[in-house]
C-alpha cells in the first residue's frame, strides 16, 4: 500500500522513518532525497523510483540534514555532533561538535565550506575537505545572539534565524561579524527561514500563521516592498485558529515558493503578486518540512506531527512525493484592464 499512487497528496513512499521528520531535501544533482529523523536516522531515497537506497544511524535524534553532492551529505544531531555521510559505503564519520544540540546544517558551493547552527548560540564554519577531527576542519566559531533556529544560503549570502526574534545577515567572505543585524517583523517566534533563489531577500515563518516577505537592501525603494501575511488559519466558530508554519521552499525555476503548516496543508504562493497559487488537499498531519527538486517537477511533503499540542496520538510520519504542475507554480500573468476608448 505504501507505493500507492493517491493524485490528492502524491505517491507515499515506502520504508519511512519510525519517528518525526525534522527535515527532508532534494539534491542539487538528481532525484534523491534525504531526510532526518527523531528515530535517530538519516535516510537516503530515490525519490522517482521509491526505493529507500541508505540508512545511517545515530547516537541521538537527528535535526538537519543537507547534501554535499550525490555521493555524501552531512546531518546536525541532537547529541552535538556534526556528521558527514558518504552514501557508497554506508559510513559516517564525525566533521565536529558543539556544546548543545545542533538544530542546522548546510553546505555552501559558493564558499566550498559547511554551516552549522546550533543551541549553544553558536554557528560554526567547517572545511569538510580537511581530515576528519575537529581542530582540521573547523574554519571559526561565531557567537549568535540566541539559539539558532533556522539558516539560509544564497550564494555568499547567510540568514540566521534564532530564537528571541533575531535575524542576523553574514557575507561568507568576511564572517567576523554580521553585515546586518536584524529583528524578525514578526511579533512571534520564527519558525523557518529561506532566502530567494534570485538572492534579493528572504522569506520567515512564525509559529502564528504568518510568513514575512524581506529584502537585504536597506534603501527606502527596496524596504517600500517588504510586507507580511497571514496563512495557515481557519475560523471556527467564530475563532481564529492560527497554526505554526513549519516550512518554505522556493520553486527554483518560477521563483514562487511552498509554505507547509501544522494545519496539514501545502500552500503555494506569488511573493512578487502577493497572491495565493494553488493550495494542496489536506495531508494526515502537520507538514513538517518541504522541498523541492532540482528541475521544480516534484515536491517532497514530510507529513509528520511536529508535538505543537503535545503528545496525543497521531497519524504515522509519511514522506509525500507529489508531481508538480506547471499551473500550480508558475505565476499568473497580470491582467490590466483595457483603457476606455
Wanted: hydrophobic share 35%; glycine share 8%; with cysteine.
Amino acid at each position: 500500500m505504501a507505493s500507492a499512487v493517491s493524485p490528492a497528496t502524491g505517491r507515499e513512499l515506502s520504508n519511512p522513518p519510525s519517528d518525526g521528520i525534522t527535515n527532508l531535501r532534494f539534491s542539487n544533482h538528481s532525484d534523491h532525497l534525504l531526510v532526518s529523523s527523531w528515530d535517530k536516522s538519516v535516510r537516503l531515497y530515490d525519490a522517482s523510483a521509491n526505493v529507500l537506497r541508505g540508512e545511517f544511524m545515530h547516537a541521538g535524534p537527528v535535526l538537519d540534514c543537507c547534501f554535499h553532492d550525490d555521493s555524501s551529505g552531512f546531518s546536525a544531531a541532537a547529541d552535538n555532533t556534526v556528521r558527514r555521510l558518504v552514501f557508497s559505503s554506508n559510513k559516517e564519520d564525525i566533521l565536529g561538535r558543539h556544546d548543545a544540540p545542533v538544530r542546522c546544517v548546510e553546505y555552501s558551493y559558493a564558499a566550498g565550506q559547511l554551516i552549522t547552527g546550533s543551541w549553544d548560540k553558536t554557528l560554526k564554519c567547517w572545511d569538510p575537505r580537511g581530515a576528519s577531527g575537529q581542530e582540521r576542519t573547523l574554519v571559526g566559531t561565531y557567537p549568535q545572539p540566541e539559539r539558532v533556529y533556522s539558516l539560509s544560503l544564497v550564494g555568499h549570502r547567510l540568514v540566521v534565524a534564532t530564537a528571541g526574534r533575531h535575524v542576523n545577515i553574514y557575507d561568507l567572505r568576511n564572517m567576523s561579524q554580521p553585515e546586518q543585524k536584524r529583528e524578525s517583523s514578526l511579533k512571534y517566534q520564527t519558525r523557518c527561514v529561506r532566502c530567494y533563489p534570485n538572492g534579493t531577500g528572504y522569506a520567515l515563518s512564525s509559529v502564528e500563521g504568518r510568513v514575512a516577505m524581506e529584502f537585504f537592501d536597506l534603501s527606502e525603494a527596496s524596504q517600500a516592498k517588504k510586507y507580511a501575511f497571514k496563512c495557515h488559519r481557519k475560523s471556527e466558530a467564530g475563532r481564529d485558529i492560527v497554526y505554526p508554519v513549519n516550512a518554505i521552499a522556493f520553486h527554483p525555476i518560477y521563483g514562487t515558493f511552498a509554505t507547509g503548516g501544522c494545519d496539514g496543508y501545502v500552500n503555494v504562493w506569488d511573493g512578487n503578486n502577493k497572491k495565493r497559487l494553488y493550495q494542496y488537499s489536506k495531508y494526515p498531519t502537520s507538514v513538517a518540512a518541504l522541498s523541492f527538486s532540482r528541475d521544480g517537477r516534484l515536491l517532497a511533503v514530510a507529513s509528520s506531527y511536529t508535538f505543537e499540542e503535545g503528545p496525543k496520538s497521531n497519524e504515522s510520519d509519511a514522506i509525500f512525493v507529489r508531481s508538480v504542475n506547471e499551473i500550480e507554480v508558475k505565476p499568473k500573468p497580470k491582467v490590466y484592464p483595457n483603457p476606455p476608448a
